[in-house]
């Protein structure tokens, strides 16, 4: 069993948060949320929440003493908020930190590192690093969540207009539903010396935008998905003359994300090689994964 008992979960109440929250429950951690808002929807009631501000070094320290934390898993969303939170953690003597990355292989692919939208999840690596005879970390990479990514509408549009069939819809990659984005987090921590100061990836499933636009086809017949073409190339030179005109950033962000995860140059498939034996992972059935795209469409 693990050697971490007591793990704080800074943000807990958001998209990701709760599949996290309820994975550590299920395997017998004693879980803090840590929270700016105190909010505390779809948390278990075992779970205590600690109110902190992220700007006082004491706030957060004081809640990690005195719930004795062994180690963070970061879900903020501002991502430069991490370097203080890591040397609270050093400080308050939390022996792990899963920073808030649970996306693309950022640091592991220099065209991936690269993108502006990872500027955050980069600086974190960096201090990570250099913080590691200090703090042990784990990064975990598990592509698009699948089931959330579906009910988006940002892997099949539903929510009008066509779906983006990115570069060769054939090419395939590593998607995670949120559930088994859980059971990464707590296989990480069950599993200490093998996760150590390492990226971990994870899949429940590698896909390619024809197969889930086949299935989507399948299981919701009554849907009527319209395609277009969209070269990523063409999507990233679009989008770097929005950032340097300053104009529509965000669409420009969500842009790089779409290109590090369909861009075959950005390595989003990790189907040969992947933790999931080690973290407890199984693979979708092809009846499961039926499942998940229909009742997230
Ligand atoms: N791979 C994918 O497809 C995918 C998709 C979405 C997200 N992600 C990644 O998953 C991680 C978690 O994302 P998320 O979407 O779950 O995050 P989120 O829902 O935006 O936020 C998580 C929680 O953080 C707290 N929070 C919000 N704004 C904050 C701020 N300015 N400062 C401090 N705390 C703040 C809130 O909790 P309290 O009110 O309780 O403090 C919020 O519920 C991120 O690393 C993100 O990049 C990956």
Request: proline share 3%.
């Amino acid at each position: 069993m693990a050697i971490y008992k007591n793990i704080a979960v800074a943000g807990a109440t958001g998209n990701l948060g709760p599949a996290i929250v309820n994975a550590l429950v299920n395997n017998a951690f004693q879980v803090v949320a840590l929270s700016r808002s105190g909010k505390t929807e779809g948390l278990p009631s075992s779970v205590k929440t600690v109110k902190v501000d992220y700007d006082s070094k004491t706030s957060v320290i004081s809640a990690l003493r005195d719930n004795k934390i062994d180690a963070i898993v970061s879900n903020l969303p501002q991502y430069d908020q991490q370097p203080a939170l890591i040397d609270a953690a050093i400080e308050a003597g939390v022996k792990r930190f899963l920073p808030s990355d649970f996306g693309s292989n950022v640091s592991g692919n220099a065209n991936t590192a690269k993108l502006p939208v990872f500027k955050g999840k980069l600086l974190t690596h960096e201090y990570l690093e250099k913080k590691e005879s200090e703090i042990e970390w784990t990064i975990i990479a598990n592509g698009v969540f699948l089931d959330w990514g579906l009910g988006k509408g940002f892997l099949i549009n539903t929510h009008g207009g066509p779906t983006a069939l990115f570069d060769d819809p054939n090419n395939k990659v590593s998607t995670t539903t949120l559930a088994d984005v859980g059971k990464a987090v707590a296989g990480v921590l069950k599993h200490p010396a093998e996760t150590k100061n390492r990226s971990v990836f994870v899949q429940s499933t590698s896909i390619s935008q024809n197969e889930l636009v086949a299935i989507a086809k399948k299981v919701k017949p009554e849907l009527e998905i319209q395609t277009e073409n969209v070269d990523t190339e063409e999507l990233l030179k679009t989008s770097y003359g929005l950032l340097e005109k300053g104009e529509e950033v965000m669409t420009a962000m969500f842009n790089f994300l779409k290109v590090s995860i369909f861009n075959k140059n950005y390595g989003s498939d990790w189907n040969d090689k992947n933790d999931n034996a080690l973290l407890g992972i199984k693979e979708l059935s092809q009846a499961e994964l039926e499942e998940v795209v229909r009742k997230n469409l």
